[in-house]
């Protein structure tokens, strides 16, 4: 399974674009990268999934370059109800093999 | 539709009970997953199942048991309770192959 590796911790104000990258070095063919959010004293929700290039929905993007050994999550224009924690996963499509694998994360604060 | 249903939400035992953590998802998600959040960390994974009747150990197996009888529920038993126990636990299901897990609303145990 690909280890992860992202900040710690970020800061922004409201109105701003955050971008988290996530490392991923030993990615393999079949890993997806998947992006969940938590906020304190819940369990985390499904942000934004994909396997190559640019993901877009209404929450965030998703930016994979062509080696797909890191990710990057944009979060357009935050708000103070963006203040979470963001997890990156990696993950192989396997049926039988499927696990999933939290680091972290990263605890992004915004100011107003 | 209640999605992912954890109970109890809070539980306080000593130190060498047992007692099993109840889950249940009305989607009809053949992949279920139990994690472990201790606090300022990320979710570890401890058992997790790809269909009724199939689990597979996690990251911290050790301690804990499953079992999946049916599709819906997918109970988490402690064996013998330890203070190191004391933890947040987390449900969650997904249709399996895909990664957009569904978590439940979290147990908050204390080992004393």
């Known amino acids: 399974l690909a280890k992860t590796t992202q900040p710690i911790s970020m800061d922004s104000y409201e109105g701003q674009e955050v971008n988290i990258t996530c490392s991923h070095n030993?990615?393999?063919?079949?890993?997806?990268i998947t992006w969940y959010q938590q906020f304190p004293s819940q369990g985390p929700r499904f942000i934004i999934q994909?396997?190559?290039t640019k993901v877009t929905n209404e929450v965030a993007s998703l930016f994979i370059p062509a080696d797909r050994k890191s990710s990057t999550l944009s979060l357009p224009r935050v708000s103070l109800s963006d203040t979470a924690v963001y997890y990156c996963?990696?993950?192989?499509?396997?049926?039988?093999?499927?696990?999933?694998?939290f680091g972290t994360g990263t605890r992004l604060q915004v100011f107003p | 539709n209640a999605g992912v249903t954890q109970t109890p939400k809070f539980q306080v035992l000593k130190t060498g009970q047992s007692m099993t953590l109840q889950c249940a998802q009305d989607?009809?998600?053949?992949?279920m997953s139990w994690y472990r959040q201790d606090p300022g960390m990320g979710l570890r994974l401890i058992h997790y199942?790809?269909?009724?009747?199939?689990?597979d150990q996690g990251e911290v197996p050790n301690g804990y048991n499953v079992s999946r009888s049916t599709t819906e529920d997918f109970p988490l038993r402690l064996l013998s309770a330890a203070p190191s126990q004391t933890s947040v636990y987390f449900c969650?299901?997904?249709?399996?192959?895909?990664?957009?897990?569904?978590f439940g609303p979290g147990t908050r145990l204390t080992v004393t």
């Open positions: 969650a299901s997904s249709y399996g192959r895909r990664y957009e897990q569904y």
């Open positions: 030993n990615i393999a063919t079949n890993d997806y």
């Open positions: 994909g396997y190559k």
């Open positions: 996963l990696v993950g192989d499509v396997s049926y039988n093999t499927d696990k999933l694998i």
């Open positions: 989607m009809n998600h053949e992949y």
């Open positions: 199942s790809v269909g009724a009747g199939i689990t």
